[in-house]
Structures are given as C-alpha cells and as structure tokens.
C-alpha cells in the first residue's frame, strides 16, 4: 500500500506560497508557465499559491526543482521551539522589550506614490505584531493588488536613531521602511527603498514618501490604486504631503 504524501505545516505551506511568489515576480514567468516546468497542473498551483489545498512534499520537492531553489526554509523542528530570548529583541534588531514597543503593533493603512501612475498613490494594509518565535516584532503586507510583491520581514527599533525600520531580505534583497515612532494619533512617516519593476527583468532603484495610518483613523479606506477622484485621494494626499514638508524624510535634489 502506497504511503500518502506528506502534507505541509499551514505556517510552511504560507512560507513556501510566499517564496514562490517572490521567486515568480523576480524572474517575471507565469504561473502557467512554472506549473509546466514542475509538471503540475495550473489548477493544483493555483490552489497551493492560494491557501486553499496545503502544499505536499511531493508537489514542493517539484517546484523546487523547477525554480532551483530552496522552499524550505526552516525544519518542522524549529518553526515550533519556543523562544529563549525572555522577550528582549536580538541586538541587531535594537535589544528592545515588547512593553517599549508596544505603541508600534497594530494594523495599517500603508500609503506611498503610485510607481505606475504619475499622481495617483497606492495603499494597502500593514499589520505590525510580536512574533514570540523570533523574540521581535515583524510586519507583514496584506490587500495588495499585486499579491506578488507583498513583503513581510522584521521590524528594528534601535534607540540610538529614534526610528523604525521595516526591512525585507529576500535571498540577499533588501527593501527597507525608515519611519518615525508613532505620533500621538498613531501615524508614522518616512521613506521607502525599494526596487521598482520594468520592462523584463529591468530592476531600478526607487525611494519615496511613505505613511502608515492606524486604520482606526480611516475608516472606510481605499485599497489599491487610488486616483484623483476618490473619496480618500485628499486625506492620502495630505498624509504624504505632511510627511516631506514637516519634515519626516528630505528628498535632495539632483
């Protein structure tokens, strides 16, 4: 009698999605596409990539061969061990306690420029929150219209800088947040570094303004592309405005 296929945890099967996302968005394939290479069907990728059906170790060890690279990251082992660290963040991260940082979790409403198109801006959903296995807080994107490119990484609050540090490291790729700590209504402003995608495989580097508005202060907020006619267009407006002119991040100039 054949053994079944062993099926991923929910937190690998999430891990594995998210790297092949990446993996898809940066080298600019199908999905289609990768579902031939790994000899699936585009039905069963669709349904891993989506949360829907746990990836198996069989249909992972396929997609790994496909794209060359480890989807794995972490044993089953180590995703589970509890933390040692008595709730004080590595040194790297700025050696702070959860109850220092407590102001900063939450979720929110993530606005910058639009990379797409000239005066429009674009928003999405933030959440920051303490992750007990790595001793630190973390973030993670979530409600973006490009599902590819959603991020997630660690967050640094060193006290020597008085700011806060979102940063993604995706096989040696970095994009990093710098922001202020929140303001007394909650927001948080700064600047993005980042990769922006054009034709190909053509990567230019990219910074611009940067918001992150609790979502208690917007409440019914707009999520995606956001044009010069829609309701929240002024109140994002304002946000970014607010965050050169005070001024939170100083562009210079050529």
């Avoid at 509890?82 to 929110?108: F, H, K, M, Q, W």
């Avoid at 807080?137 to 490119?149: K, N, S, T």
């Amino acid at each position: 009698m054949p053994t079944p296929d062993k099926q991923l945890s929910a937190e690998q099967s999430r891990q594995v999605a998210e790297t092949i996302r990446e993996e898809i968005a940066r080298r600019r394939i199908s999905r289609q596409t990768l579902a031939e290479q790994a000899k699936l069907s585009l039905s069963t990728l669709e349904k891993v990539l989506g949360g829907r059906r746990p990836f198996t170790l069989a249909t992972t060890v396929r997609l790994e061969q496909a794209l060359g690279v480890s989807l794995r990251k972490l044993p089953e082992a180590i995703t589970v061990a509890a933390p040692a660290n008595g709730g004080i963040a590595p040194d790297s991260l700025g050696s702070y306690s959860r109850r220092s940082v407590a102001r900063i979790e939450g979720t929110y409403i993530t606005v910058r420029p639009s990379f797409g198109e000239p005066g429009a801006f674009y928003a999405y959903r933030t959440e920051i929150a303490w992750d007990d296995a790595s001793s630190s807080l973390g973030f993670r994107e979530g409600e973006r219209q490009d599902a590819d490119y959603t991020q997630y990484g660690e967050v640094a609050v060193p006290n020597e800088s008085g700011f806060v540090y979102l940063v993604t490291n995706r096989h040696g790729q970095h994009r990093v947040i710098t922001v202020s700590r929140p303001r007394n209504s909650g927001e948080m402003y700064g600047i993005i570094t980042t990769l922006l995608a054009g034709r190909g495989s053509l990567l230019t580097p990219v910074a611009a303004p940067i918001a992150f508005l609790p979502i208690k202060n917007v409440p019914k907020p707009s999520l995606g592309r956001v044009s010069a006619d829609d309701a929240n267009y002024a109140v994002y407006r304002e946000h970014l405005r607010r965050t050169i002119d005070e001024p939170f991040a100083i562009f210079l100039p050529g």
